[in-house]
């Protein structure tokens, strides 16, 4: 086995989900059973939403041409086929686990084509949340609310402009949601060439120094619509 004495510095990834790619795969549950959402164990405060719970049921919308291996699940889950979720356990990826079986009760083609197959099995499973955190001096957050709590590091961003994990949090999640940005799925480089190799077509993998979110068009506004007259 290689020596992993001095590894070269592991580069992380926001998953993005296109609307478009050939394998754009939408899913909706149906079933309403959800549990309390994660609490912070240093502040108690809730984290992120609600979970789901047994028995997993829901319909696929079929955007693309094909279904999708990895499709984004409710109450922030992801679904993945049975195929690819093997592969994952194989080749040794961490960051998903407790794969449990979701029943699939209607497909619908959303865009023009045959009629779609039978879809694949998928498994539901929800991204690993605890060790990885960001770094609230590297990285670039627009916000009103100071953080409060050291653990979960809740922030309400207005605007994120590249992000940074704190040295020494990550412990070799290949995917995973961050503590201080529960909303965004982040992944490893090895998940990068393993979404490669899997056609996540309908994926978008942003370097997280580089992920700009600003709905409201804070980071680089426009030229006032008045000048002054003074
Ligand atoms: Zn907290």
Avoid at 30 to 49: E, Q, V
Avoid at 142 to 170: F, H, M, Q
């Amino acid at each position: 086995m290689a020596s992993d004495i001095s590894p070269s510095p592991t580069r992380f990834f926001v998953l993005r989900k296109l609307r478009e790619g050939q394998h754009d795969t939408e899913f909706s549950r149906t079933s309403s059973n959800l549990g309390p959402a994660l609490r912070c164990p240093h502040c108690g405060d809730n984290i992120g939403l609600l979970t789901w719970r047994l028995p997993y049921q829901g319909e696929l919308e079929l955007y693309g041409k094909d279904f999708g291996d990895l499709v984004e699940g409710p109450c922030g889950g992801v679904l993945l086929t049975e195929h690819c979720a093997e592969s994952f356990k194989a080749e040794g990826l961490t960051g998903l686990s407790d794969f449990e079986p979701v029943e699939v009760t209607r497909v619908r083609r959303k865009r023009r084509g045959p009629k779609p197959g039978p879809p694949p099995t998928y498994l539901f499973s929800t991204p690993a949340y605890g060790n990885p955190a960001l770094d609230m001096e590297r990285s670039r957050i627009l916000s009103k609310t100071p953080v409060k709590c050291t653990w979960c590091r809740y922030v309400g961003p207005d605007a994120i402009d590249g992000l940074a994990l704190e040295e020494g949090t990550w412990k070799g999640e290949d995917i995973f949601r961050a503590r201080g940005m529960w909303g965004e799925l982040i992944v490893s480089e090895r998940f990068k060439r393993f979404a490669e190799r899997h056609a996540m077509s309908h994926m978008a993998l942003v370097p997280i120094e580089k992920y700009v979110w600003d709905p409201l068009g804070l980071l680089h506004p426009e030229q006032p619509p008045h000048s002054s007259t003074d």
